[in-house]
């Protein structure tokens, strides 16, 4: 809650600040008040982390839940001609889900009486995923009509906060190969993994939407955002595949 209450009087003051700006009065024309979109904008995401295709170790997909999860962002467009135009901008973004799936020979590393056990699990699997970031979008925005906006381009993103954590239940785990030691976990048993840490602290990917205005100050705006490299560090290998971050974003904003 708390981090929430910055994020949102960071994002009052920038939106403050910038309408101030537009009120000064400047004589002369600079590259700051010319042909320039300042804006503030929020949206919810829908999404999760999620490998390309489905691994043959997941069998079967219990529940998804992509939570309560919010993004702030402050951004500018400078126009350099009549259709095309450059954003630039500041966001602040939440990407999680919750889910439940049964797996069968799932590569992973569980903690069992206070000691780490690497293995293949079969049985059921829950996942908790909920990362903060600071994301840098860098966008081409294309006017196709007078009402409508079209965008695209990369975003660059810093990890702030990180969670990827979850447990085992009703299963058993095969220690180091799939013919390994079994390790049983039934009638309620648990074992808890997290890979929090492992979470990397740099992503980028590309972001395509468009964005309707609804007249001269609000917009609505719906975006899909992809990331190109795996949400773990390169040398994590308790998942056997990769994973990345990939959402719809639907929202609003306001131009100053």
Do not use: C
Not at 116 to 139: A, F, I
Not at 221 to 233: K, Q
């Amino acid at each position: 809650m708390n981090r929430i209450l910055y994020i949102v009087t960071v994002f009052l003051t920038i939106a403050t600040s910038a309408q101030a700006q537009e009120r000064v009065e400047d004589k002369n024309s600079n590259f700051f008040n010319t042909n320039m979109d300042y804006g503030v904008q929020a949206h919810f995401s829908i999404g999760g982390s999620s490998p390309l295709g489905f691994p043959n170790t997941i069998r079967k997909i219990d529940s998804f839940n992509p939570g309560f999860k919010f993004g702030l962002e402050a951004n500018a467009t400078k126009w350099v001609d009549e259709k095309w135009g450059v954003r630039v901008g500041l966001r602040f973004e939440e990407k999680g889900m919750k889910t439940k799936a049964k797996v069968k020979n799932y590569l992973t590393e569980i903690v069992k009486d206070n000691s780490k056990v690497r293995g293949y699990y079969t049985g059921s699997v829950e996942t908790n995923v909920s990362n903060t970031y600071l994301t840098v979008p860098v966008l081409a925005v294309y006017k196709l009509t007078d009402d409508w906006n079209l965008y695209g381009g990369l975003y660059f993103s810093s990890l702030l906060d990180n969670t990827f954590d979850g447990y085992v239940s009703d299963g058993y785990l095969r220690q180091d190969t799939p013919t390994g030691t079994k390790v049983t976990f039934e009638d309620g048993s648990q074992a808890a993994y997290d890979f929090s840490e492992n979470v990397r602290k740099f992503q980028w990917g590309t972001q395509l939407g468009a964005e309707w205005k609804m007249n001269k100050h609000f917009k609505l705006l719906s975006d899909v955002t992809y990331g190109f490299n795996n949400i773990f560090e390169k040398d994590f290998s308790s998942i056997d595949f990769s994973m990345h971050n990939i959402y719809l974003n639907v929202g609003f904003g306001y131009r100053f």
